[in-house]
């Protein structure tokens, strides 16, 4: 898991495993929708979720191209965007994939913010 809101391209022309930016044709609305869920998350809006086993993974503004992160072929957001013209981003919300119900409270209020933010641009 990690704490970012990634956008597309998931997948590069390279299909290096990480490190390539891909750019669509709508590169700077995907950012700015990023940046407006990232910039409300008290953890992601640091570009440094911290999550164990990757200490030292950063993030600027919270936003990543997805393919510069990782390289992922074939992909639904990336599919959705070209053929069905959706935007979408990703969001990783949590370190633990499956947090545990004590948790959820806090991961909650984590988003809450973020969630309306995103809701308005969109």
């Not at 990232?38 to 503004?61: L, V, W, Y």
Request: charged residues 25%.
């Amino acid at each position: 898991g990690s704490v970012v809101a990634s956008y597309p391209y998931d997948d590069s022309p390279t299909h290096k495993p990480t490190g390539v930016y891909s750019k669509s044709a709508d590169d700077e609305v995907f950012k700015y929708l990023a940046k407006a869920y990232a910039s409300h998350h008290p953890i992601m809006r640091t570009g440094k979720p911290n999550c164990p086993g990757e200490e030292g993974e950063t993030f600027q503004d919270g936003i990543t191209n997805g393919a510069q992160w990782y390289d992922v072929e074939g992909g639904m957001q990336d599919y959705n965007y070209v053929w069905a013209n959706c935007f979408e981003i990703t969001l990783e919300l949590s370190c633990c994939k499956y947090p545990p119900t004590s948790e959820l409270q806090q991961e909650w209020e984590n988003n809450r913010d973020s969630l309306l933010a995103f809701i308005e641009k969109v």
